[in-house]
């Protein structure tokens, strides 16, 4: 694992229910303004809150890639025009050339929206309207966009791991970069709102009936959101010190059960040592760790378990999810994204919505925003079926 890193960050960009871009992030971040609300989409759960990018819903795909053209594309394509993040790949690619940049993506819906909205319209006798699924519903038709998009040739990986998708997006890449199959990597991942999960997660009794409140001891259940975040990784150089960076990363998976983590964290603690390891850092040289931190009961619970494990009560812990919602598979991108900010800013951000956390949790849980001096965040991304992921995001020596 250490050989896979560092891996310079370039670029990155995040777009969510905060705001699109990194300058509307920070800005919700620092003013502890969430980007919640009550749901207004059609045929939802009712009473519930969710994290809409109504932005993303006025935007299309350029001419030549309008067939692709469905939410999920939507979003993606408004985060990519964010932040000179198209320029800066457009200037990777002229030194080491398209063929050389692979894209590396994670998604748990795609485009499934595009495939609901025939459905509701289907004719008498059942059948759907056509359309391309392939270019909207297809797991794999979010990197294909966005590396057609990119004007890219490289290597193209879709990632669905549920919600650590996002974040497994650079283990993969970092994989590609390694073993010389790629220079530089396009990694992230974007989700958006549809009806499945939605009404899936309301099935599953996990639906908050308010903003979602991580690590609350009254907390009740989790918001969902939509959002895509990208970043360029890049090998780091000898003239890269002080580059934002991809420092380490671990993974696991537990197989405990198909929708509850382990109560004990296990397969959490794993991937945590494993990222520090690979990364080459003892627990005390982590300034901040993002939790995966959805809001329900099991989750944080087990989640505090397992960071005490590592960390004792030594360093500040929390959920941005109180800003964004559980972005399913964007989430371990957009968290990354936000813990570069972090990093930038030097900022911990505490969890909203409460006052104080839960008092059986042994970490030391954040609940208002700290400006202090982080050097390394270590960001977790916890899904289904017992898939585990960190990252540990910092400044290169």
């Known amino acids: 694992m250490r050989r896979m890193f560092p891996l310079r ?49 006025a935007v299309e795909p ?5 067939a692709f053209a469905c939410r999920n594309t939507r ?8 932040d000179g993040f198209m320029e800066a790949v457009a200037a990777a690619a002229r030194r080491h050339g398209a063929q050389r940049i692979a894209v590396v993506l994670g998604t748990s819906t795609s485009g499934i929206e595009e495939t609901e909205r025939r459905w509701s319209r289907r004719d008498a006798a059942g059948a759907l309207a056509p359309y391309d699924f392939a270019r909207t519903h297809d797991l794999h038709a979010l990197p294909r966009y966005v590396r057609a998009r990119l004007g890219l040739a490289g290597p193209c990986v879709s990632v669905s791991t549920a919600c650590t998708s996002g974040a497994r997006s650079f283990l993969d890449a970092a994989t590609l970069i390694a073993a010389g199959l790629a220079d530089a990597a396009v990694v992230g991942g974007a989700d958006t709102l549809c009806r499945l999960t939605l009404h899936g997660f309301g099935s599953l009794e996990l639906l908050a009936r308010g903003p979602t409140r991580p690590c609350a001891e009254d907390r009740d259940g989790i918001s969902i ?7 360029l990784l890049e090998r780091a150089g000898p003239g890269d010190g002080g580059a934002l960076a991809l420092l380490g990363g671990g993974a696991s998976s537990d197989g405990h059960h198909m929708s509850s983590p382990h ?29 995966h931190g959805t809001g329900t009961r099991a989750n944080d619970a087990m989640e505090d378990r397992a960071i005490a494990r590592v960390f004792g009560d030594a360093v500040p812990c929390s959920s941005t999810k109180g800003w964004t919602g559980h972005t399913l598979g964007a989430s371990g991108a957009l968290e990354a ?22 008092p059986s949790f042994a970490s030391r849980i954040a609940v208002a925003n ?14 289904f079926g017992g898939s585990n992921c960190a990252l540990v995001i910092g400044r290169l020596p």
């Open 263 to 291: 109560p004990d964290g296990h397969g959490a603690v794993t991937a945590m040592q494993e990222a520090l390891a690979s990364a080459g850092l003892a627990p005390a040289a982590i300034g901040y760790v993002n939790m």
């Open 75 to 82: 979003l993606a394509e408004l985060a990519l025009r964010q």
């Open 225 to 231: 959101g939509e959002a895509a975040a990208f970043a």
């Open 9 to 57: 960050i370039t670029a990155y960009t995040a777009t969510s229910a905060m705001g699109a871009g990194l300058a509307a992030t920070r800005s919700a971040l620092a003013a502890r303004r969430s980007g919640l609300a009550p749901c207004d989409l059609p045929d939802m759960p009712p009473g519930i809150w969710i994290g809409r990018v109504r932005e993303a819903e």
């Open 62 to 66: 350029p001419a030549p890639l309008a």
């Open 370 to 383: 700290i400006a202090a001096p982080v050097a390394r965040v270590l960001s977790n991304s916890f899904g």
């Open 337 to 358: 994204a936000i813990s570069a900010i972090c990093v930038e800013e030097g900022l911990v951000p505490g969890c909203l919505g409460l006052d104080r956390p839960d």
